[in-house]
């Protein structure tokens, strides 16, 4: 109970958070505004775009030029926003889904999301560390992220891997910039008809949920076709979040160091092991949300507040996202996590492509 109350607490913004929060607050509200202004404008004719694809690219706009100057005082805001923020405004997506569609998605999305997830780590570790001479920490991190659940996956991977600092700074990196053409360029293709042909909206939205990287990315992605695209992939790619933990669990046993063994009279526990592994728990919040969305009877008020609260939230973590989005990431990774990161990124999008449309005709 301790431990919850403190993760709770975690959620609370202090007095060192308002800064940055009330700038990526204002910043949100603009990004809100401009979309709608946008769509009026142009007829509803401009493709792709929405409020959190708007909010991403005006914040690394702003983050590669004025906001270095006030990040000192506006950090720790925007790193809440992006944070704290980001799982709350997941969470709260559960008020837009029922167990309905989430039934809907069922099966295939599971089928595709443990086949994506399966071949794109065993696929990064060999080329990894077989060919690109990668070291074995960093492939695993890059991994993690790509298959998974992008940043959230290669920091919960550290403890597990043991990693230096700087190895999660290039594997977040490659995250970041792979995650975010990827959140871009999908809409664009779909538009454009080349997805569209061969992928319904519907498998659309699952192999947008089973490929892109971060959970935000996905959302980013599913919505800018539609809101029912948005919810398919935001669900399949929740099931893919869910993964995490068991990955984990199986990546502790592997990496339990020899040493480690030698050392002692008996090999780590089970337990041992499985306290290695940090549960997303807003995972699992986002689930409950939902249940409870769909079998708990609410006016219409509530949950178009709760919506329109989760609107705000979402666009406020994207545009911090944006502001700490630095095109000096791609010079950190160095060249050969990119080129890995590059080739991972290329087989989400074909590879991918392969096994959502394979698993569509069964």
């Keep these: 109970m301790k431990a919850i109350l403190q993760a709770m607490t975690g959620y609370v913004p202090r007095g060192r958070h308002l800064a940055g929060l009330v700038v990526v607050l204002i910043g949100s509200i603009f990004c809100l505004w401009l979309n709608t202004q946008l769509n009026v404008w142009s ?38 926003a992006k944070g704290q923020v980001l799982r709350l405004a997941i ?26 997830l399966t071949s794109t780590f065993l696929i990064t570790y060999f080329l990894g560390t077989k060919w690109l001479k990668v070291d074995k920490q960093t492939t695993i991190l890059i991994g993690s992220g790509a298959s998974i659940c992008g940043a959230a996956a290669v920091i919960a991977a550290e403890p597990v891997v043991k990693a230096e600092a700087h190895k999660v700074t290039i594997a977040v990196a490659t995250v970041v910039v792979f995650g975010t053409i990827a959140m871009l360029i999908y809409p664009f293709l779909y538009h454009l008809g080349w997805l569209g042909s061969w992928l319904s909206a519907e498998n659309y939205g699952i192999y947008t949920g089973s490929t892109i990287h971060e959970v935000a990315q996905v ?35 592997a990496l339990t160091p020899k040493a480690e063994i030698a050392d002692s009279d008996e090999s780590p526990s089970f337990i041992d092991r499985a306290r290695q592994v940090k549960v997303p ?12 969305h769909t079998w708990v009877s609410m006016s219409d008020r509530f949950e178009q507040a709760m919506v329109l609260t989760d609107d705000l939230l979402l666009t406020m973590a994207m545009f911090a996202l944006g502001l700490t989005t630095h095109l000096s990431a791609i010079k ?3 060249t050969k996590p990119l080129l890995l990161g590059a080739i991972m990124f290329a087989w989400l999008i074909i590879g991918g492509g392969l096994i959502n449309s394979a698993i569509s005709f069964f």
């Design 219 to 253: 959302v980013v992605a599913g919505n800018a076709i539609n809101a029912n695209v948005g919810d398919t992939a935001v669900v399949t790619k929740m099931i893919r979040v869910m993964m995490l933990a068991p990955f984990l669990l199986i990546l502790s046993f």
């Design 332 to 334: 950190q990774a160095g």
């Design 43 to 80: 007829h509803g004719k401009i493709v792709g775009l929405s409020s959190l694809t708007l909010a991403i690219l005006i914040g690394m706009v702003i983050g590669n030029t004025l906001y270095p100057k006030f990040a000192d005082n506006l950090g720790e805001g925007v790193g809440f």
């Design 91 to 116: 969470m709260l997506y559960g008020f837009k889904l029922t167990l309905t569609q989430v039934a809907s998605v069922g099966m295939p999305a599971i089928m595709t999301d443990a086949l994506v």
């Design 281 to 292: 728990w807003f995972a699992f919040i986002f689930i409950a949300i939902v249940f409870i």
